[in-house]
């Protein structure tokens, strides 16, 4: 006998299907925007159980940085080639050679700002109507406020205090040529609620979410990952042999660790419910200011 | 563990922020990090008091503003719920955004400054709490602190909102009066010391012992069709199965079942969740679902049990919220998506306006202006299967869409 509705993480599982459902539907050429991160993860086991026993029924693709965790990778490329899915990768690198975009200098430096050429590019390359996204609403202030179906213009900028009203569970993904849909189904699922799916569902993630010796360094009370090809790091920074873990992964330039010892998942579930420090507290691309990622996501960031 | 959907709706300065924080803070739902943000920008603008509507009033333009202008979404979690807090605002241009807001939740906290009392703008967000039929909604008398913990303020103000709650249409809905202070902390997730006539529940109390049954009625099911899957591969050669969402009661492996618009007669073969086949889907389930018999099925068609079936029909009477700046007019066409379904629709007529304050009709209104309540009847290009929106939240609304820019602009409930 079915319960469906009785779990919290149940309900969040049937709406993110529906949501899924609607696009293949309602979109001629959707895409899901893969990073290699536990939430795109996440996107795509909801994606797999919505269509069963069918395919999935559109691509993956991934803007590489070209500064990802090699962990990464090589998860990602395991992933698709076990569930037969289709993969398309454009890189960042490439947009940096053809002049589009310019890579940033200094210690701050990151590519996590030039994907977003690299990814518009994409969307007109491949006609694009509908980008499935793992944002969720509990990660940032402006994300709080972030529809299912938001609709990008023409230069994929995001026009937040012009946004369609969504009520109920009615989608409306109508759009005219040359606008596109970036649609969130795990919206309302919270950071612990990605975790507890992930322990639920038995899903595999990259090994650099949990806890293993890493050579890292400090700066401003954050961990950085001592990559030296990609991570700018001053001589006086000291490189030490750490436990830690990551809670998101993003650009190598912009994702700190954190010390931990959670080396199973049920471990990371049970210090993600005791902490006391938000996810994105280890971006540190939303450090830059209070509005930062407000301003990224008008210029049509994810 | 359940989730819970909380509208909530104020006047601007009603300290709605303030209390979404506070119970955030209260429950350490708070991280260090969001914490430290507060106080660092309380302590710049000079305040002597954390100021934890910061920590919901996202976009640039509220924080300069000091006001909320669209809905946000704050989540929190007690050991016995999940809660999803849409932070709705109350100025008289943001009906919408109430609207919304109201749509998706299952509870509903009302703020009243207790320095002000029962004002105009309660009216209206009282009205629209009672217009989308929110089964539990909570009456927060704020501020209390600054009306010196009165009892005689808060037996006036909930004297005068009682003379609200006889006008109202659906009158079963549940209210429940909590004297707080949002900004001292009182009875909003602890009980107050400072309010020792008041001995009910604190307001944290009162949501966690909301129960499905406190917050859902008992509907019919609808089992309208998303998506049709035919995998079309060697060990699902003839599958085809239904996917959707089940809304308002369950559906059963053997259930007599009939497909709208077609009215051909089926049974239900087998249920899938993923590759698990299930005997019942409960109700806002994302299942797929087999027939018995080889029919044709589209997305938009609707599967429900045999004898129990809504009105089909081409036309129909709804109270509409009006979203868009421009008018809506008799005659103007617009697309009604209901559910997943999407017609054509011609406005035939206005039948009268409502002034969402109680104040009245207007039956002389000839077009509809953005945040405009009113009764309207659509005529449609082809039939849609509904049910009363008093009998059938989902199978009762819908949407509208403009034409032209593909823009949301109103929301229905069908009468």
């Given at each position: 006998?079915?319960?469906?509705?009785?779990?919290?993480?149940?309900?969040?599982?049937n709406?993110?299907?529906?949501?899924?459902?609607?696009?293949?539907?309602?979109?001629?050429?959707?895409?899901?925007?893969?990073?290699?991160?536990?939430?795109?993860?996440?996107?795509?086991?909801?994606?797999?159980?919505?269509?069963?026993?069918?395919?999935?029924?559109?691509?993956?693709?991934?803007?590489d940085?070209?500064?990802?965790?090699?962990?990464?990778?090589?998860?990602?490329?395991?992933?698709?080639?076990?569930?037969?899915?289709?993969?398309?990768?454009?890189?960042?690198?490439?947009?940096?050679?053809?002049?589009?975009?310019?890579?940033?200098?200094?210690?701050?430096?990151?590519?996590?700002?030039?994907?977003?050429?690299?990814?518009?590019?994409?969307?007109?390359?491949?006609?694009?109507?509908?980008?499935?996204?793992?944002?969720?609403?509990?990660?940032?202030?402006?994300?709080a406020?972030?529809?299912?179906?938001?609709?990008?213009?023409?230069?994929?900028?995001?026009?937040?205090?012009?946004?369609?009203?969504?009520?109920?569970?009615?989608?409306?993904?109508?759009?005219?040529?040359?606008?596109?849909?970036?649609?969130?189904?795990?919206?309302?699922?919270?950071?612990?609620?990605?975790?507890?799916?992930?322990?639920?569902?038995?899903?595999?993630?990259p090994?650099?979410?949990?806890?293993?010796?890493?050579?890292?360094?400090?700066?401003?009370?954050?961990?950085w990952?001592?990559?030296?090809?990609?991570?700018?790091?001053?001589?006086?920074?000291?490189?030490?042999?750490?436990?830690?873990?990551?809670?998101?992964?993003?650009?190598?330039?912009?994702?700190?660790?954190?010390?931990?010892?959670?080396?199973?998942?049920?471990?990371?579930?049970?210090?993600?419910?005791?902490?006391?420090?938000?996810?994105?507290?280890?971006?540190?691309?939303?450090?830059?200011?209070?509005?930062?990622?407000?301003?990224?996501?008008?210029?049509g960031?994810? | 563990?359940?989730?819970?959907?909380?509208?909530?709706?104020?006047?601007?300065?009603?300290?709605?922020?303030?209390?979404?924080?506070?119970?955030?803070?209260?429950?350490?739902?708070?991280?260090?990090d969001?914490?430290?943000?507060?106080?660092?920008?309380?302590?710049?603008?000079?305040?002597?008091?954390?100021?934890?509507?910061?920590?919901?009033?996202?976009?640039?333009?509220?924080?300069?503003?000091?006001?909320?202008?669209?809905?946000?979404?704050?989540?929190?979690?007690?050991?016995?719920?999940?809660?999803?807090?849409?932070?709705?605002?109350?100025?008289?241009?943001?009906?919408?955004?109430?609207?919304?807001?109201?749509?998706?939740?299952?509870?509903?906290?009302?703020?009243?400054?207790?320095?002000?009392?029962?004002?105009?703008?309660?009216?209206?967000?009282?009205?629209?709490?009672?217009?989308?039929?929110i089964?539990?909604?909570?009456?927060a008398?704020?501020?209390?602190?600054?009306?010196?913990?009165?009892?005689?303020?808060?037996?006036?103000?909930?004297?005068?909102?009682?003379?609200?709650?006889?006008?109202?249409?659906?009158?079963?809905?549940?209210?429940?009066?909590?004297?707080?202070?949002?900004?001292?902390?009182?009875?909003?997730?602890?009980?107050?010391?400072?309010?020792?006539?008041?001995?009910?529940?604190?307001?944290?109390?009162?949501?966690?012992?909301?129960d499905?049954?406190?917050?859902?009625?008992?509907?019919?099911?609808?089992?309208?069709v998303?998506?049709?899957?035919?995998?079309?591969?060697?060990?699902?050669?003839?599958?085809?199965?239904?996917?959707?969402?089940?809304?308002?009661?369950?559906?059963?492996?053997g259930?007599?079942?009939?497909?709208?618009?077609?009215?051909?007669?089926?049974?239900?073969?087998?249920?899938?969740?993923?590759?698990?086949?299930?005997?019942?889907?409960?109700?806002?389930?994302?299942?797929?679902?087999?027939?018995?018999?080889?029919?044709?099925?589209?997305?938009?068609?609707?599967?429900?049990?045999?004898?129990?079936?809504?009105?089909?029909?081409?036309?129909?009477?709804?109270?509409?919220?009006?979203?868009?700046?421009?008018?809506?007019?008799?005659?103007?066409?617009?697309?009604?998506?209901h559910?997943?379904?999407?017609v054509?629709?011609?406005?035939?007529?206005?039948?009268?306006?409502?002034?969402?304050?109680?104040?009245?009709?207007?039956?002389?209104?000839?077009s509809?202006?953005?945040?405009?309540?009113?009764?309207?009847?659509?005529?449609?290009?082809?039939?849609?299967?509904?049910?009363?929106?008093?009998?059938?939240?989902?199978?009762?609304?819908?949407?509208?869409?403009?034409?032209?820019?593909?823009?949301?602009?109103?929301a229905?409930?069908?009468?």
């Open positions: 006998m079915m319960n469906k509705d009785t779990s919290h993480i149940n309900s969040l599982e709406e993110a299907i529906y949501i899924m459902r609607e696009v293949a539907a309602q979109f001629e050429k959707p895409v899901l925007l893969f990073s290699g991160g536990k939430d795109s993860i996440t996107l795509v086991r909801l994606a797999v159980k919505a269509f069963y026993p069918a395919k999935v029924p559109f691509p993956l693709m991934h803007i940085t070209g500064h990802n965790f090699p962990e990464t990778i090589e998860f990602r490329d395991r992933l698709v080639e076990e569930l037969g899915l289709e993969l398309i990768v454009r890189n960042v690198q490439d947009s940096i050679d053809e002049g589009k975009v310019k890579e940033e200098s200094g210690r701050y430096a990151s590519r996590n700002m030039l994907q977003t050429t690299t990814l518009l590019d994409a969307i007109e390359e491949f006609k694009f109507d509908a980008c499935i996204g793992g944002a969720r609403r509990d990660e940032e202030k402006a994300r406020k972030e529809r299912i179906f938001s609709v990008r213009d023409d230069f994929g900028q995001w026009d937040e205090k012009n946004q369609r009203p969504e009520l109920f569970d009615m989608l409306n993904g109508e759009i005219e040529h040359g606008q596109n849909v970036r649609v969130f189904p795990i919206s309302n699922w919270t950071e612990l609620d990605v975790w507890s799916y992930i322990e639920e569902e038995n899903i595999e993630i090994s650099i979410y949990f806890a293993h010796k890493r050579k890292v360094f400090l700066r401003d009370g954050m961990i990952s001592a990559d030296d090809e990609v991570v700018y790091r001053d001589a006086h920074e000291e490189v030490l042999e750490e436990m830690v873990r990551f809670r998101t992964v993003g650009d190598m330039s912009c994702t700190a660790a954190v010390l931990s010892e959670a080396s199973t998942i049920s471990k990371v579930v049970e210090e993600i419910r005791d902490s006391t420090i938000s996810e994105r507290g280890a971006r540190i691309d939303d450090k830059r200011s209070e509005a930062a990622m407000e301003k990224r996501k008008q210029q960031y994810f | 563990m359940e989730v819970l959907k909380i509208a909530t709706a104020g006047s601007v300065d009603d300290g709605k922020s303030t209390l979404i924080g506070r119970i955030l803070y209260d429950t350490k739902s708070l991280t260090t969001k914490l430290d943000a507060i106080k660092k920008t309380s302590k710049q603008r000079g305040y002597d008091y954390l100021d934890f509507s910061l920590a919901t009033d996202g976009l640039v333009a509220e924080r300069e503003q000091g006001i909320t202008i669209d809905v946000a979404h704050i989540y929190f979690s007690t050991n016995k719920k999940s809660y999803i807090i849409a932070d709705t605002p109350g100025h008289v241009e943001y009906t919408r955004n109430m609207v919304t807001g109201a749509s998706t939740s299952q509870a509903s906290i009302i703020l009243i400054d207790a320095r002000k009392g029962v004002i105009e703008q309660t009216n209206r967000h009282f009205f629209i709490n009672n217009l989308l039929r089964k539990d909604v909570v009456v008398i704020n501020k209390m602190d600054l009306v010196d913990y009165s009892e005689e303020t808060y037996n006036k103000i909930k004297a005068d909102f009682s003379e609200l709650m006889s006008k109202r249409d659906y009158q079963d809905q549940k209210i429940t009066f909590i004297p707080v202070s949002a900004l001292k902390g009182d009875n909003v997730v602890n009980r107050s010391n400072n309010m020792s006539w008041y001995t009910g529940e604190s307001l944290l109390e009162h949501l966690e012992q909301l499905k049954k406190d917050i859902y009625n008992v509907g019919t099911p609808r089992f309208p998303q998506y049709v899957i035919r995998p079309k591969t060697e060990d699902f050669h003839d599958f085809r199965g239904y996917a959707g969402k089940v809304y308002g009661g369950e559906l059963s492996v259930d007599d079942i009939v497909v709208l618009p077609s009215k051909t007669k089926s049974k239900i073969k087998d249920i899938y969740f993923y590759d698990e086949k299930y005997k019942t889907a409960s109700r806002r389930s994302s299942v797929t679902i087999t027939l018995e018999n080889d029919i044709n099925v589209s997305r938009g068609d609707m599967i429900v049990k045999e004898g129990d079936l809504p009105t089909i029909d081409k036309q129909f009477t709804a109270n509409v919220c009006w979203m868009d700046s421009e008018n809506l007019t008799v005659g103007g066409k617009y697309v009604v998506q559910g997943i379904n999407k054509l629709a011609k406005v035939d007529k206005i039948n009268h306006k409502i002034h969402p304050d109680y104040s009245g009709i207007d039956s002389e209104a000839t509809l202006g953005v945040n405009d309540i009113a009764s309207v009847t659509f005529k449609l290009n082809k039939p849609i299967f509904y049910d009363q929106f008093k009998n059938h939240r989902t199978n009762g609304s819908f949407i509208l869409i403009d034409t032209q820019n593909n823009n949301t602009v109103g229905g409930f069908i009468q």
